[in-house]
């Protein structure tokens, strides 16, 4: 059970004064995150971003477990084939509670909750190539463009610093923090371990993707698969053997018509090819061709029929030509339950009493959010800043909306985690 009180132990904005007095620090720590590659060839990019992290988190007084990372299939892969290197750990830091204060004018802790999990991801996109590669304030500071500044690192540090804003306001809660490094891939290294820490009892689960567009909360997201369609067939030269050879190419594109067919937006049901490889010349007939795809759905009985529907385009064992479909229908689907909806609920009162409007939303987008709340945790997920242009060379940030975002999960973890005595 969500407790649905709004904490003001200390006024109505009890948060406000100390999340103002960080809007330099955290601005410059986005500034110092942003800066270190943590997409695709950042080298050790990742394990500064995480060592960042976990240092503060140590100060907070938080313990922390490497969890190494998962394997995943290799033809998720996608064309280039390549081998997944050691995939990367998952940090769990808990900061638990052991004794609850009992004074009368200090806060307690509700007996009935373990504390709060937060969630987020270290990775962007951004390769560590791009010239698009530290992060840029306006002229007016009211917006900074920078790769993964938006999804997710100031979310990371908006997280971070309500923690910190809690504890210096003498409000001691119990709290883990999760931190994987594969999201934007689709965290198959690290779902194991989010989900069985999600599955410990937690009062809720905070994810901190990017806000909507107007600050709007999202309160229900599709899932999302992964899909290979690989065809073979009989090689030969096209003037000489044409009669005898059989495309894999041809048969591939057979295969993409019928796939095309099972997309149905107005069901939730949305399936897109690319990308392709198949044939290395003209004049050979191609016995290998392959595709790459992706699936969203709005509930799990679409997600079922997709999958259904593309298993059927497998061929039998040695017939030619051949059709093997793999797949991995990994982020399942984020309906609106009970939970979630009192969650979100709480959240938007938490707002309102600062000041703030939270509006409620939904998106075609897929997060860690999905996996945390298929492990039975209600969980909201776009707690993040304001801002646009995600995994574009435009990606920006609202400026205002770090200290504002930061001021709402301080108050909503009190919320959820302390009371009045």
């Known amino acids: 059970m969500i407790p649905a009180r709004v904490h003001s132990s200390t006024g109505q904005r009890p948060f406000r004064a100390a999340a103002q007095a960080r809007s330099a620090a955290i601005l410059e720590d986005v500034r110092t995150i942003v800066n270190i590659p943590s997409g695709p060839g950042s080298g050790d990019g990742l394990e500064r971003v995480r060592a960042f992290f976990v240092e503060r988190l140590v100060r907070l007084g938080a313990e ?38 009992s004074h009368d004018d200090e806060v307690r802790i509700d007996p009935i909750v373990r504390g709060v999990l937060l969630c987020g991801h270290l990775d962007t996109v951004h390769a560590a190539s791009s010239p698009f590669s530290a992060l840029q ?17 100031s979310g990371l540090l908006i997280a971070l610093h309500a923690l910190e804003v809690l504890e210096s306001c003498g409000i001691r809660v119990p709290w883990t923090f999760v931190l994987n490094s594969d999201e934007e891939t689709g965290s198959y290294h690290s779902s194991v371990a989010m989900e069985t820490e999600a599955a410990r009892g937690y009062v809720a689960g905070l994810v901190f993707e990017p806000a909507m567009a107007d600050g709007g909360l999202v309160v229900s997201r599709p899932g999302s698969g992964q899909f290979m369609i690989e065809c073979s067939g009989k090689a030969g030269h ?33 399936v897109n090819i690319g990308p392709l490889v198949g044939g290395e010349a003209t004049n050979i007939v191609p016995d290998y061709a392959a595709a790459w795809g992706n699936v969203r759905f709005d509930s799990e009985e679409v997600g079922a029929e997709l999958a ?68 039975g945790l209600a969980t909201i997920d776009t707690l993040g800043a304001r801002g646009g242009g995600l995994h574009t060379t435009k990606e920006w940030i609202e400026v205002p909306s770090l200290v504002e975002r930061m001021e709402l999960t301080a108050t909503l973890i009190a919320s959820l985690l302390t009371a009045e005595r």
């Open 64 to 101: 922390i477990t490497l969890v190494p990372g998962s394997p995943r299939e290799h033809w998720l892969s996608g064309p280039a084939g390549e081998s997944d290197k050691l995939p990367p750990p998952t940090v769990i830091a808990r900061r638990a509670i052991e004794k609850a204060a």
């Open 137 to 153: 304030i306006a002229p007016d500071g009211l917006t900074a463009t920078g790769p993964g500044c938006v999804d997710m690192k």
């Open 238 to 270: 096209v003037g000489r053997d044409f009669r005898s050879c059989i495309s894999a190419v041809t048969r591939l594109g057979e295969c993409i018509v019928q796939v095309a067919t099972l997309a149905d937006p107005d069901r939730g049901a949305i």
């Open 308 to 375: 259904a529907q593309l298993d059927s385009l497998a061929s039998r064992p040695g017939e030619l030509p051949g059709t093997r479909i793999a797949r991995s229908f990994h982020r399942p689907a984020k309906p609106l339950t009970p939970g979630t909806e009192q969650l979100a609920l709480l959240a938007q009162q938490c707002a309102q009493a600062i000041g703030q409007a939270l509006p409620f939303g939904s998106t075609g987008g897929v997060c860690d959010g999905n996996n945390l709340q298929r492990a």
